[in-house]
Structure formats: structure tokens, C-alpha cells
């Protein structure tokens, strides 16, 4: 059948959560369907590999000064929420229009209520998916942020948080990552939504290097501001208790897009190293005996820590991270406070064996949990 997708972004470089889901879920789903994949940004390259999997890409350039236009107008006239009002253009509302009337697809699947305002008035069949609740993130977020930005994350958490309820309706079917994020749309019938986990190839992302470096890892898009919090939360907080009792370790921050804030932790320490856009994510992971992934705010399943225990990385994080996860404590270490996390690490790094059991016992979860074909068979299956 024909499946008309709508993203926000481009899936090329799968640096982001959103395009590393969407980008597997149409390699699976171009098995069985014609897929169009309308995208509301430019590709950055000529030929991107996502174009093997689809019958016809459509890409839309909005300007930066356009961007802002729509935030100012569609934020504040209109009431959307600023994330919505940035991808939305009437422009390119007229455009998406005329694909969908020469297309005419049995269904339309938008990712993430960024792009559901294109297309809530279709009446196709559609699926909406949530990815993450973006409220709960928000939510999390503003119980950090003071001044200018607090009021600015309350008025976003209010629109979208609203905007998550109303735009249920518009659509036939939902998904989201987690129970977890489902529980965090507030509409009554969010019982209704089903929850669609990311997955993992235990097959590429695996440990091929036996040799015990210590070094503990931390990896993401570094100007996301959960991952900002996160890394400075190492470096600042957890780092110096490690460094009063171990001598021999290195910190390590991977991941694209670092911004100053990040950048400026190898200032800290020489035993921190700040590594920017790495080419094969997994050649930091091979190299790290430790993944600790303090997050306290943002929302969804970390793939972070899938890859991590698909490489046999013992892992340590949150409660909060671990709630979308659903590990047990034989497969990820929980800590809530620099103390905890330091004294995991010190106790990792002194424990091959421990090392060991925590990395196969991880490993074991997600090879049996996390698989994109199942998941995503899930999606498949509503497009009846």
C-alpha cells in the first residue's frame, strides 16, 4: 500500500533519538509498503542512505527568518506551542497538500506532534507518533530552570502539554517509546495508545576489543540540554570524588554538537576528554569499561544506554532514565546523587567480575527486549 511519512527532520546522520527511530522503522516497513517520506528541512548531502528504502523523497527549505515569523505568529495568535510552530509553515502546509491530493495514500504516519499539524484535517487513515511525551521533558527541565528561562519552559510546558490532548483526536491510531511516557498524556482515552519501543542490532553494536581500558563513557548530542545537564554533571560533580580515590581512569564525553559548556569540561581535569562528533560511535564504546548516564531530565527510552549494554558496558543511571528501560538491578546499576554514582564507578572499576556479570546480564536484556523488527512489526500491524 502507499504510506505517506511526515518527519521534522531528515534521517541521515542518526544523531538524534527521532531520526535513528524513524530511520529503522522504514527500513523495516519498505519491505511491505511504497513509501513517500516528506521531510520538513533540507538534506544536508546530494544522496542519503535512507533513499534506498523509499520510493520518493520531499524535502522542504524554510528560511531561519521564516522559522521565527511562524514561532512569533503561530505561538502567539494562534497558541501552538513554540516546537510546532517552528516546523510549521502555510508555505509549505499548501505544498504538502497538493503530494497528498496526487499521492492519495491508504495512510499517513507523522512522527512526533512536531509534524501532526500538517496533516490533522486529512481524512486518510493516520497514525501519530508521540515518540516521547514532550511534556514530561519539559516538565523535568522547568523544575531546574530559574529566571527567564524557567518562565519561558512553563509556558511551553503549558502548550504542549494541552497540544498532546488535542491533537489525540485527529488521528485513527497512536504510538509512543514507553508505558512510562503514555501514562504522561493526559487524555482519556491514552489507554488506547500502543507502546512502541526503540530496538537495537546487538549484531553491529558489538564489543570486539578484550582490552580492559579505564575509561568510563558518556555519549549523546551534545547540545541537547539533558545531555548538556548530564555531561556537566560528570565532570563537575561526580569526577572529583572519583579522582580522590582512583588515579588511573579518564573521563570520556562523545557525541556531535558540544557546546561551549561542554567543551570547556576538559578544562576541568586532563583526565577529561571531550571528544565532538565521532565518525563509528562504537569505537568509543569498545574502548570504555563504564557507561554512567546521569539523567535527570528529558523524556523517552535512552538508546544510549541499548547501545551500551548491546556492547557489554556495565551500565549506571538514573531512576528516572531507568523507568522507560525497566531493567533490574543484575542487569544496571541505579544511582540518584553524585555519591552514588561515584562510589558504582570506583567499586566497577576495582571489580572485573562484577564488570562482567553487570555487561552480560545487560547484554541479555536488550538482545531479548529491544528488536527493531518487532517493534516496528507492531506499527506495521495497524496499517490495516
Known amino acids: 500500500m502507499k504510506l505517506v511519512i511526515i518527519t521534522p527532520r531528515v534521517p541521515d546522520i542518526l544523531d538524534k533519538g527521532d531520526k535513528l527511530r524513524i530511520y529503522h522503522q522504514i ?53 501552538k506551542p513554540i516546537q510546532v510552530s517552528y516546523y510549521y509553515s502555510f508555505k509549505t502546509q499548501k505544498k504538502i497538500d497538493t503530494l497528498i ?6 495512510w499517513i504516519y507523522c512522527q512526533l506532534i512536531r509534524s501532526s499539524e500538517y496533516c490533522k484535517f486529512y481524512k486518510h487513515n493516520k497514525i501519530l ?19 527567564l528561562m524557567k518562565y519561558l519552559i512553563q509556558f511551553e510546558y503549558n502548550r504542549v502539554k494541552q497540544y498532546e490532548k488535542n491533537i489525540f483526536n485527529f488521528f485513527n491510531h497512536h504510538t509512543i517509546i514507553s508505558d512510562f511516557d503514555k501514562n504522561h498524556i493526559e487524555h ?78 576538559k578544562n576541568i581535569n586532563s583526565k577529561i576528554k571531550v571528544t565532538g562528533f565521532v565518525d563509528d560511535i562504537r569505537t568509543v564504546y569498545n574502548d570504555a569499561c563504564i557507561f554512567i548516564a546521569p539523567m535527570f531530565i528529558g523524556s523517552g527510552l535512552q538508546n544510549k544506554l541499548l547501545e551500551a549494554m548491546s556492547m557489554k558496558i556495565p551500565c549506571i543511571t538514573t531512576e528516572i532514565a531507568n523507568k522507560s528501560l525497566k531493567a533490574t538491578k543484575n ?41 527493531w523488527q518487532k517493534s516496528t512489526k507492531l506499527i506495521n500491524n495497524l496499517f490495516k
Request: proline residues 3%.
Open 27 to 79: 527500513k523495516y516497513l519498505s519491505k511491505f509498503h511504497k513509501i513517500y517520506l516528506i521531510c520538513l528541512e533540507k538534506k544536508k548531502d546530494e544522496k542519503i542512505n535512507i533513499e534506498k528504502y523509499i520510493y520518493k523523497l520531499y524535502t522542504f527549505n524554510t528560511t531561519k527568518l521564516e522559522r521565527l515569523i511562524n514561532v512569533f505568529y503561530h505561538s502567539f495568535f494562534k497558541k
Open 101 to 106: 491530493k496526487i499521492i492519495n495514500p491508504d
Open 129 to 147: 507518533d508521540y515518540m516521547d511525551s514532550f511534556s514530561l521533558g519539559l516538565k523535568r527541565r522547568k523544575s531546574i530552570s530559574t529566571g
Open 188 to 265: 482519556t482515552d491514552k489507554e488506547k495508545i500502543f507502546v512502541v519501543p526503540n530496538g537495537i542490532n546487538t549484531n553491529y553494536f558489538k564489543k570486539n576489543n578484550l582490552k580492559i581500558n579505564k575509561k568510563i563513557l558518556f555519549v549523546g548530542n551534545m547540545s541537547y540540554p539533558p545531555n548538556v545537564l548530564a555531561a556537566k554533571y560528570i565532570c563537575e560533580k561526580v569526577f572529583p570524588i572519583i579522582n580522590k580515590k582512583e588515579h588511573d581512569f579518564e573521563i570520556i564525553i562523545a557525541g556531535s554538537n558540544p557546546n561551549s559548556e561542554v567543551k570547556n569540561l
Open 331 to 371: 542487569e544496571i546499576i541505579i544511582a540518584n546523587n553524585e555519591i552514588d554514582f561515584a562510589n558504582s564507578c570506583i567499586k566497577l572499576l576495582n571489580n572485573s567480575r562484577k564488570r562482567f556479570e553487570l555487561g552480560e546480564n545487560g547484554y541479555n536484556f536488550v538482545k531479548n527486549k529491544f528488536s
